[in-house]
Structure formats: C-alpha cells, structure tokens
C-alpha cells in the first residue's frame, strides 16, 4: 500500500479542537491513505516487536468524547485507549472504522491512544489509526460581561439604574439556559469609572487582561470616544445603553470603523429633532444654550445648531464648562444672566428658554442661582443627561419653578411590565430607559455568544460583531421565547438605534412626572401638560382673603406638613449612603417655626424612595415604608432620637438604626444641630403672613392643615 504523509497537523488530520502530543518509539503523524472523515486521519508510528508509540491530550470535564478508530495488526498486537491511564478499550487483528463515546467526569483528565506490539510477529499494515476526535464538554461556559457604569459620578442616578437591571437580566438569562438545558451562565464584572473617559480606558484596558472581551456600556460618549481605538484593536464587541452623541462625533468616518460598538439608544441627531421640536412647540425665540465640554455635550450643541436656525430660533450664547464640571458655577450662571437679560429687551418671559446640555451637575448650577435670579424666569430645558435624575430633586424648591423639561428616550415593550414587577419586589423603584436598554443588551449579547460557540465551535469576535445584528432582530420578534423589554430594536448601518420616541419629564413638587411625548413619526409633541412661564418669587404681603377661624383647639403639638427629598432610589444590604433629609417643621406655643437639614447614612436592605411614611413626637423620628406597598418587610424601620428634648436652645441629633429581623442595632452620627428659639410677638406675626401666603398657593388637600395651623399662631398671638 502506498503511503500519503499530510502536511497538515494531528489537531487538522483528527479534525479536533483538542491539542496532541505523540511520543513512545515512534511518533504518531497525520496521513491521507486511510482515513474515516474529511481525507485524513492520524497513523501510529512503524514500531518493531515489544515497542509501543502513543498519542494523547487532555480534556477538562464532564464532557463527552468521542473518536473513530481502526487497526490491521496481528492478534497479540492492540491499539488501546486509556482515560487517567485506566484501559477503558482496546482491538486487534484487521477491523473497520468504529466510534466510541465516553462519559468524562469532572476535572482535568488525560486521553490516551496507545499501538502496542507483542514480543514477535507482524501482520496487515501492523498500525492503528484514529480520527475525527471530538469533545463535547458539559460544563457550563461562562460568558464574561464586563460592565462599565458610573456609581459616584455624574451620572450616579443612571449608573446605579443599569447596574440593577443588569442583575435582573443575569438572573433571567441564566434561569433561561437552564429551562433550555444550555451549558452556559453568564457573570458581570462590574467597574466604576465615574463617567471619566480616562478611568474608561483603564477600565477596559484591565477587563481585557482578564479575557472578558465583552461589555455592557460605557455610559457617556466621551467614553466611548476615549475608548474606540482599544476595542476596535482588541476585537472588544460592547454595547453602550446610553451613549448618544452621532458618530462622527466620537472619531467615527464610516460604518465599518464602528463594527464592533454597539448603541441601544437613539442618538443625538433624533434628540435634537425633539429638543428643537419642544422648542418650536412652546414658541420659544430666543435660547440660551449652555453644555458640559466633551463630546456628548459639544455633539448635543452642534446637532441642535442648524436646527434651531432653520426653526428660526436664535442662539444668543453657547457657554461650554469644562469636563470634569467645576465645583464653581458662579461665572457661567453670571453670563447666563446677562444673555438672559439682554434677551429680555427684545423678547418676553415666554419667548426664552435655558438649554442645558447637562449632566446631573445641572443640579449644582441650580443651587448655586440665587433666589432673585432673572434665569427663573424663564423655562430650561434640558436632555437626557438630566431626566429623572435624583440629584435635580435635591433642589427641587428651585427647580420646580422652571420645570427642567428634559428628553428621555422611550421605548417600552410587552416585556416592560414583567421587569418593572421584579424592580419593586427588589425595592429598586421604576426603571429608568437606559437600564431598559441595557437589560436588552445583556439578552443579545448572552444569546448571540451561545451561538457564535454552537456554530464555531469556539468563541470568535468577527463573527460576534455579525451575530449582533442578526440576534437582535430575532430577540426583537420574539424568535426565543422571550422579548424586549424595550420594545422591536432597529439598527441602522452605524450599529446605533434607528428611531423611538421621546418623553419629555420635567420636576413638579419634588418629583418627576411626564410632560409629554415627542413622536418621532411625526415630529410632534403630545403635551400631557404644556409648560407656562415661571413666576418671579412672590413678595410677601398680606392678602385681604378672610380666613375662616373655628373653635380654638387644645395646646398645639409639633406638625411635620412633609418630607421634601427623596431617599436614594436604591439601598442594596452593606452599601453605605449619606443623604440629607429636610423635613418642614412648625413648633407652636414657644417653639420657633424652623426648616432644617437633617443629614444621616443608613445601612439596610432594599428602599423605595417615593413610598416612605415620615413621623415625628416630640424626641423621636422614625421611619418605616408604608405597609401595604409590600416592597420591603414593614417590620424594618430606621429610629432617629435627639439627645435631649426640644425647649429653646441649641441642640445636636444622633441617629440610631434598628434592624428588627436580626436585633442589632447601632449609632449613625453626622446629625447637624438645630437653632430652637422662643417666639415674640414679631416672630408670630411673621409667621402668620408666610402661612397665608403658603395657603393662597398650596393645593386643596393641604390648606386644611395650614388653616389650622394659621388658627392656632392667631390664638398665640392674641394671648401673648
């Protein structure tokens, strides 16, 4: 018989993933005469009487093996195979090609083909061959999201959203592989990079080095600006859930550039169209447009410019401030007023607006506006960056006044209300549209892993970067079982979202609530409620309305009217939270009227920031999520005791937590310190005039309790 040597190696002659190594007398190698599957096999090395040669590899189970074998020999010679050097097989003389398949337990495990000859005689070809070796392991293969959030930075608000939903989607996925019984299970590896491109970088950079080529964000644009040229280089697939700044805004020419980065959002080029529809909508002239400078905010500015012109909206000033934000915003809110000012000799109150190209530092420039300011006026306007955030409801006194009308890109599916069920039974609140768009990518980037492996047998990143298209289409039409929570998701060439809707959220009473809907389809605005043109702060003055005065009641009692800020939208168990409580107290008989921050940190489980019931007698605060909301066990609660009770004097608060399921129980700290001083006549009178004021403007359900309390100040007042 003529032999064929191959050119090729024993991994290609056996059609095997697995690496080999040959050795013994001789060495096995690949040949083309005799084979099984695909014109080539491997052939056991020319031995001579008592000699052996062998192949082996190594396996990590459980798993599957399987291979064909054949040999031609004598009787007493064998071809064998051994698992962790224990014969489990072995043949002789002159036989066909057969497949054997074992069971691999757990662990490291070595495989081994042995051609042995006796101590005489030869006969047929005297060799064995095998092919076509294959290992199906059962283990389950970890797929490795990388995420990139920002949980300190500005983007807080969001960051914490994604990285929630996230833990949701893990759950879901895996659960979902192993209804399917599906080897695989996905694992997040987490990292803060407080929206700065440069902590990105080294983010990315260091979840690289660990093998995980896959990622769930960045949030900002100018993070994925500073990391383009790294996951483009390293074949990193990512899909951002946020980044909406157009393409070429962050580095990219053309859409082969941008293969593997992806982004569930719409960009910037559909939420200028929005912005500057609102715009149009209000009848707005005149804008003021300030923004943070990096590519997000610079992008924002750029894509809204020609539109605004072309509306016939004129931009009297752009004012970039630097990124990261400074702590100081005093010169720029100075040159917000002059432009505002100048505006104001040409247009009136309704025809000017803010813009705010912002993050949640759009806060900061809020706080730090006076009172008296001209620029609450006027409406702002803000985007994404600053919808619903958190941060913006710590000054909401100040911001409710101009409303913060800020675009969120929308979309929800039938999906939508099973994950927003599992976010209150977790505490976490309402989900915010960014961690919508990243629970989808999870699901994509799971599902098009598992079949990029099933198919190549292996991971590969270029045919990753293909699957992601294909596998959001059919997760869009439901194709697995299961559906978007974002609703049906287009990608257009540049592997951005292609179209959505836009809500438009602005701060009322220290919360957010929906203004209206920017339909993409038509470029219109479905006002829910149409924004009106701030009010100057009120002077105050007494009004000639008579109040009604009923019977005098007994000796009056600290009243808390409400809590003005909410608690964080999330407290997972051992994370610690400073934040600043300000309750609205009114002390009568000879307590002063007093409105103070009360500042603590709590450690516990899961809190809903918008179901919280606020009490207050005398030396005691506590607590305690409302009963019927179900979101967390009622018997939690969180006690905060003063030192000493309240009577005219300066006094220091310390606060305790209680955790009524285990006992414990221990000192917070950091309680600021309250001023109480007795009341003159003067002092009453005061209060009488603002509590009138308060009442003129305060809505029906609330004048009731002001009444009250006007009724009994007029008492004090007459008897002091």
Known sequence: MLLVYSTQTLKEALDSELEFTTGGNSSWFPQTST??????????????????????????GPGIISFYWRVDSEAGDYLSFYIDGVLRARISGNTSWEQKIYEVGPGLHE?????????????????????????????????????????????????????????????????????????????????????????????????????????????????VKNIKEFVTANKIVMISPSSTALPEIIGFTKPEEKKYIFRFVGTD??????????????????????YIGNAWGKGLYECIKPKLEKAGIEIKDAIEYPDPPPADFSSYIATMES?????????????????AFSFEEVANIIAQTSDESVLFNVLWIGCDGAAKSGKILEVCDKAKRVGIYS??????????????????ERGFGEPYQFAMNAYDAAWVIALAYVEVVEEKGSYDADAMAEKIPEVTEDYSKGVYGVEPVTGYITLNEWNDRASGDYAIYYVTDCSWDTAGIWRSAV???????????????????????????????????????KVVRDLPSMVQPSQEFNVTLTFKELYLGSYAREVFPIEFSFVEAYYDPNIVNVTVFRNQITITPLEAAGE?????????????????????????????????????GGIKSITVTELTKEKIKQQIIGLILEYIGAPPEERQLIRQQIVQLILQYISS
């Open 35 to 60: 084979y099984y599957f695909d014109g080539d096999a491997a052939e056991s090395g020319g031995i001579s009487d008592d000699e052996s040669t062998w192949i082996k590899t190594s396996v990590k």
């Open 111 to 223: 495989l081994k083909w042995v051609y042995a000859k006796d101590f005489a005689g030869s006969y047929g070809e005297d060799c064995g061959w095998i092919d076509r070796v294959e290992f199906v392991s059962l283990a389950e293969k970890e797929i490795s999201i990388g995420v990139l959030v920002d949980l300190s930075g500005p983007l807080t608000t969001y960051g914490m959203d994604i990285k929630n939903a996230l833990e949701i989607a893990k759950e879901d996925i895996n659960n979902y592989f192993a209804e399917k019984d599906l080897p695989y299970r996905v694992e997040l590896y987490v990292e803060e990079t407080k929206a700065d491109p440069k902590i990105t970088l080294d983010k990315v950079q260091m979840l690289y080095g660990k093998g995980i080529n896959l990622i769930v964000g960045p949030m900002g644009s100018g993070e």
């Open 269 to 290: 080029d559909l939420q200028t169209d929005a912005i500057a529809g609102e715009l149009r909508d209000l009848g707005i002239k005149a804008v003021v447009i300030t």
């Open 339 to 355: 432009d505002v000012n100048e505006l104001l000799k040409e247009y009136s109150q309704a025809e000017v607006a803010i813009v």
């Open 407 to 424: 675009t969120l890109f929308e979309s929800k599916g039938e999906a939508f209300e099973e994950l927003r069920a599992k976010y209150k």
């Open 523 to 561: 470029n219109k605005v479905e006002w829910v409620k149409k924004p009106t043109v701030p009010s100057p702060m009120p002077t105050p003055t007494p009004t000639s309305t008579p109040i009604p005065i009923p019977t005098p009641v007994p000796t009056p009692v600290p009243i808390v009217q």
């Open 632 to 668: 967390i066990p009622a018997s939690y609660k969180v006690v905060y005791r003063l030192r000493a009770p309240i009577t005219e004097g300066t006094y220091t608060f310390t606060a305790y937590w209680e955790n009524l399921f285990t006992g414990e129980s221990g000192s917070i």
